[in-house]
Nanobody, 118 residues
Framework: VQLQASGGGLVQAGGCLRL?????????????MGWFRQALGKEREFVSS????????YYADSVKGRFTMSKDNAGNTVYLQMNNLKPEDTAVYYC????????????WGQGTQVTVSS
């Protein structure tokens, strides 16, 4: 699975951005897609995930109520709508994919920078 993330940028606190992740190379019906982020000097952390078949979504507590993950079946694309952004959301955001029966993510995109100014 090849993953291409896009949509990052610079935004003021309280603003919004939408990240996209286009997937290719594999049918995604048995996959889970995820978003992770890594701030400078910190460990990479889970943000959100979606089960491709069924569309169940999961979120880190820090983003619940502000971020929404969705998918476009036809385009093999997942999105992360980020609202009410905070400076602590500043990080490189990565999309990832794993086979639904695997516990760890096998495929990673290249990352897109999100910077939130106060």
């Amino acid at each position: 699975v090849q993953l291409q993330a896009s949509g990052g940028g610079l935004v003021q606190a309280g603003g919004c951005l939408r990240l996209s992740c286009a997937a290719s190379g594999r049918t995604l019906s048995n996959y889970v897609m995820g978003w992770f982020r890594q701030a400078l000097g910190k460990e990479r952390e889970f943000v959100s995930s979606i089960v491709w078949s069924g569309a169940s979504t999961y979120y880190a507590d820090s983003v619940k109520g502000r971020f929404t993950m969705s998918k476009d079946n036809a385009g093999n694309t997942v999105y992360l709508q980020m609202n009410n952004l905070k400076p602590e959301d500043t990080a490189v955001y990565y999309c990832a994919a794993r086979y639904r029966h695997m516990s760890s993510y096998e495929y990673w995109g290249q990352g897109t920078q999100v910077t939130v100014s106060s």
